[in-house]
């Protein structure tokens, strides 16, 4: 089981990034599939999930209206668009699975297997 995670850099406040997490060794179809974001000092919280079967998305208050999740089960990826960027986004970005389907988990220890995290900084 894998899941790697990338896109994260650097940018300036009000930009955009789109993160994406490929999944391999399970059976992608039927995991739903939450960001997580931790920054210095700070518990990991979470971002956004997306459930299996419906894709039905769920967000944070602190990105609704600004993040975006998606997922293309062929690709076996999921994607996070995150656009007007403010500092405290600053963190590292990890995804992470768990099978479930129908239901979007929100908890750290809801999920099975995890990424190995990107970072994504942004300058004021």
């Known amino acids: 089981v894998q899941l790697q995670a990338c896109g994260g850099g650097l940018v300036q406040a009000g930009g955009s990034l789109r993160l994406s997490c490929e999944a391999s060794?399970?059976?992608?179809?039927?995991?739903?599939i939450g960001w997580f974001r931790q920054a210095p000092g700070k518990e990991r919280e979470g971002v956004a999930c997306?459930?299996?079967?419906?894709?039905?998305?769920r967000y944070a208050d602190s990105v609704k209206g600004r993040f975006t999740l998606s997922r293309d089960n062929a690709k076996n990826t999921v994607y996070l668009q995150m656009n007007s960027l403010k500092p405290e986004d600053t963190a590292v970005y990890y995804c992470?699975?768990?099978?479930?389907?129908?239901?979007?988990?929100?908890?750290?220890?809801?999920?099975?297997?995890w990424g190995q995290g990107t970072q994504v900084t942004v300058s004021s």
């Open positions: 060794g399970f059976s992608f179809d039927d995991y739903a």
């Open positions: 992470a699975a768990v099978n479930t389907i129908g239901t979007m988990p929100v908890r750290v220890g809801d999920y099975d297997y």
């Open positions: 997306i459930s299996a079967g419906e894709s039905v998305a």
